[in-house]
């Protein structure tokens, strides 16, 4: 019954998702607010019935009805509540199904907060937003039901893949897809502004805390499923350049040149043009991750969907879509009027270089992920592109965007002063060199960079202060006068400074983590003693140990460092007997930001057993950078200007003087 | 060889494998810890060729120790870096590299970072002189102030309190 209503509900946001994507068009052509307003209507209709038909499939999981297919293949009655719940996107009908909840929800929250735009534009974005939903509610309802039922129900059902049975299964996919999908909108708002025509700087302030939004997401998104691999896969890695991570990736890069282009367009009404271009390839690119993940065309670790028929139906929404878009853009972005001009160096052009680098960047992880996908079609030569290749292409883009980046918002709208910036920037720069010295005389071992990376990353964080304290006069004025400046400094400021300071302290992590972290492998028995970083670990024994679902065996180490018992850590293996595979559960110990991590290999025949042990010094700053960077978003987000001024339309441009 | 193909399909498929933990074995590591750093580093450029996107220093396959235990016996032998790899690209082809080789196939791979930051970098030149230019020519005038204009922005520059911020965008 909640099966065939969840189902019911999926096929009438179909039909409300249709409406949806002609009515308004239509109103808008005749100018009809009666029509225009069926947009509103019903995208929020649709959200409430795409929500039912999750909250159904949610309903069906939590009851392990195993006369549901979907239920059956990823779900066991012993199975914990959370990862019952969390199992239902944990695999790719469920998943789907989740991702258009989610647009269903996004068109939804603009319906309901969409009352300051004006009346066509508003039935523009809603039915673009609904063109996207009704495509993939058609692919669902077609390749990928997932409430479809077995005739002869089961008794227990096949249990989820106990890799995914952890509570980042919970955090990390609803996080990814809001913000892949999250992009749509500022996709719909684009191609909107192409059909009217028209476009201003009011236009990207509607769209800025949108995209906003769904780069804070994916910001999280990304970083949890990087940690989720850093600690379930049991070799320390956190990031694989992995096709499927990659696939995330583009959107993100892409996403952060969005933000920064808006910003020109809403400050100085310039780069129009290339902001729309931007809109539309930061949602393709999450169209093509979603396709790349759901069609099984890559085999990579990640990919748990594999289904020609799937495939070439999201390929077909693919070049729909990307296709389509691009068309419209070759055809109508010349009638966009150019706005502002600025000198090349100038706050503008400053943020137009971070365009042209993080572009880059994204070509780079496109090209390295689809190549060897394009050259064995075209020629059927297999070569394979991973880590080796991104580390040398990819890496020094950042070197350039990162010494530029605290100069940015130092300089001036339109004509800024680059040795006055510069000049402000000395003390950043002295402690960046100070700190490189420090770390070359007091390291061993390691590439030459590391400290020159390191610098790189103080200058950034540096910088960023410097841009603060400069705006809020510290040290220069009384502190009364600073402490009401810091409350007046706009939140986007605010927001700036974190998302830029967390760039640095990412980039302290990973080279720290990559340069100096130390290993330990061998096999231990109980009562062997070894030593990893001047920490003392003693395998304590073997015990095995019955879980809900599982089997498992836990090997307690005693962690010790200069004869002082710290802790003792638990790493285990877990036997999973419904799908007779084993997973590898490390441990780990938090010194400050710093790690020890342990995780078991096989036992041998004697009853010893094989460890690894690493020491992965400041590691936690690789997710502490980006937790930063969406806290900086989420502060922009709060910007007085984006709650309150938003909707002012463009006021009548004042006569601006050319930059020279 | 088919099992390992199966097995490691298997392995995949709950994303890196059953346990994974055990990628370079204890009986594997080289005693000279110069050469055991070499290979270490030269194992994150090999591909496990029946894993989805592993080197052979993260798989558990094993090929991959096969082939751990092969680049270890080359290095043994006294080959260098680059010898070694050779010998594992003549012996399984091109796919075995993680990262492939600058040749007529793998050009525009290698080619398309530049290009684009160069291409990008160009267009922006150009466009900037464009729009410079044609600006120039729609309002000659307010390329340059004149002497009043001058005189009456240090007048008004002069008459301000102490400048104690700079010029920042949002207001």
Redesign the interface.
Known sequence: MIAEAGHYALVLALGLALIQSTVPIFGARWHDPALMNVARSTALAQMVFALGSFAALVTLHVTSDFSVVNVFENSHSLKPMIYKITGVWGNHEGSMLLWVSILALFGGLVAAFGNNLPLSLRAHVLAVQAWIASAFYLFILITSNPFLRIANPPIEGRDL????QDIGLAVHPPMLYLGYVGFSISFSFAVAALIEGRIDAAWARWVRPWTLLAWIFLTLGIAMGSYWAYY????G?WW????VENASLMPWLAGTALLHSAVVME?RNALKVWTILLSILTFSLSLLGTFLVRSGVL??????ATDPERGVFILLILCVFIGGSLSLYAWRASALK?GG?FA?IS?EGAL?LNN??L??AC??VF??TL?PLA?EVL?G?????????FN??FAP?FVPLLIAMPFGP?L??KRGDLL?AAQ?LFAAGIVALVTVAVIWAWTRGGSALAPLAIGLAVFVIAGALVDLT??I?LF??PVAVVARRARGL?R??WGTVFAHAGIGVALIGIVCETTWNSEY???MKPGDVTHVAGYELKLDRIMQRQGPNFREMVVPFDVSRDGRQLSTMTPS?RSFTTRE????E?ALLTRGVSQLYI????TTADGAI?V?IYHKPMVLLIWFGPVLMAFGGMMSLSDR?LRVGAPKPARAPRAL???? | MKRIILACVLAACVMVGSSAAYAVLPDEVMSDPVKETRARDLSRELRCMVCQNQSIDDSEAPLARDLRLLVRERIAAGDSDAQVLDFLVARYGEFVLLKPRLERHTLLLWLLTPLVLLGGGFALWMYGRRRGKSAAVENPSSAKLTAEEEARLRQLMSAEPVSDQPVQGPR
């Open positions: 893949n106990p890799v995914l379930e896969l049991g070799w890695g694989f350049w992995d096709p400050k085999t990579s670790v990640h990919a748990f150019q001009l090349p706050r137009v042209l680098f572009t880059t070509a780079t090209v390295g190549y050259l020629t030569d297999k070569i394979s592109v991973g880590a080796p290749f040398l292409t883009l130092l001036a709208w006055g402000r400069e705006r006069g220069r004025v706009p986007s400021a492998i061998g096999t293996k595979t084993t997973t590898t490390s995780s078991l290999g096989e094989t690894r200007r003087q050319p930059a020279e």
